[in-house]
T-cell receptor, first 109, second 115 residues
Framework: GENVEQHPSTLSVQEGDSAVIKCTYS??????FPWYKQELGKRPQLIID?????GEKKDQRIAVTLNKTAKHFSLHITETQPEDSAVYFC????????FGTGTSLTVIP | EAGVAQSPRYKIIEKRQSVAFWCNPI?????LYWYQQILGQGPKLLIQ????????DSQLPKDRFSAERLKGVDSTLKIQPAKLEDSAVYLC?????????????FGPGTRLTVT
């Protein structure tokens, strides 16, 4: 099956700085790469996604980049705010659906 | 638009007992998923339904877990008998389209504690 690795597992940044989270995968047939944000005790919510025919996608302060050759994709959050503090999960889909192990992001005011 | 509903929100049982969870997806959503999320880990897909048929249950421990989707709408997930390692949050999700490459909408989850 798919092997999804997510790094780092924890990340602390000062408010206003940028945060980057990276995921790697193994199955070259994977074609859809969403990112979910999960606040403590709440449900995961999609924040951005990218398909395999696109290299980069941006939505305000959030962007995702995909390198299909190297089989990795990254979440970029700019101008971080305290409300960005949460656990972020990448996911990889093709014939199956796999979540990464999660990154706990803390934005320090 | 109403979201994905799940019940109960919390359940505490003893090992070897049985438990059932219920999920009502967003109206019109063809695909329904059940996930197990152990504390500190990402959700793990247990089973995926397309309408009322099973698409993928490769990670469902079939010796103790079962699931059904009644008339292609509501779904129940059952554990019988429960083990300590089943303690987790069970998340239900639905998506409008068939397949994995579409946004999934998650319910609030059922937190199961097995003692």
């Amino acid at each position: 099956g798919e092997n999804v690795e997510q790094h780092p597992s924890t990340l602390s940044v000062q408010e206003g700085d940028s945060a980057v989270i990276k995921c790697t995968y193994s199955d070259s047939a994977s074609n859809y790469f969403p990112w979910y944000k999960q606040e403590l005790g709440k449900r995961p919510q999609l924040i951005i996604d990218i398909r395999s025919n696109v290299g980069e996608k941006k939505d305000q302060r959030i962007a995702v980049t995909l390198n299909k050759t190297a089989k990795h994709f990254s979440l970029h959050i700019t101008e971080t705010q305290p409300e960005d503090s949460a656990v972020y999960f990448c996911a990889v889909t093709g014939n199956q659906f796999y979540f990464g192990t999660g990154t706990s992001l803390t934005v320090i005011p | 638009e109403a979201g994905v509903a799940q019940s109960p929100r919390y359940k505490i049982i003893e090992k070897r007992q049985s438990v059932a969870f219920w999920c009502n997806p967003i109206s019109g959503h063809a695909t329904l998923y059940w996930y197990q999320q152990i504390l500190g880990q990402g959700p793990k897909l247990l089973i995926q339904f397309q309408n009322n048929g099973v698409v993928d249950d490769s990670q469902l421990p079939k010796d103790r877990f079962s699931a059904e989707r009644l008339k292609g709408v509501d779904s129940t997930l059952k554990i019988q008998p429960a083990k300590l390692e089943d303690s987790a949050v069970y998340l239900c999700a639905s998506s409008l389209e068939v397949g994995f490459s579409y946004e999934q909408y998650f319910g609030p989850g059922t937190r199961l504690t097995v003692t």
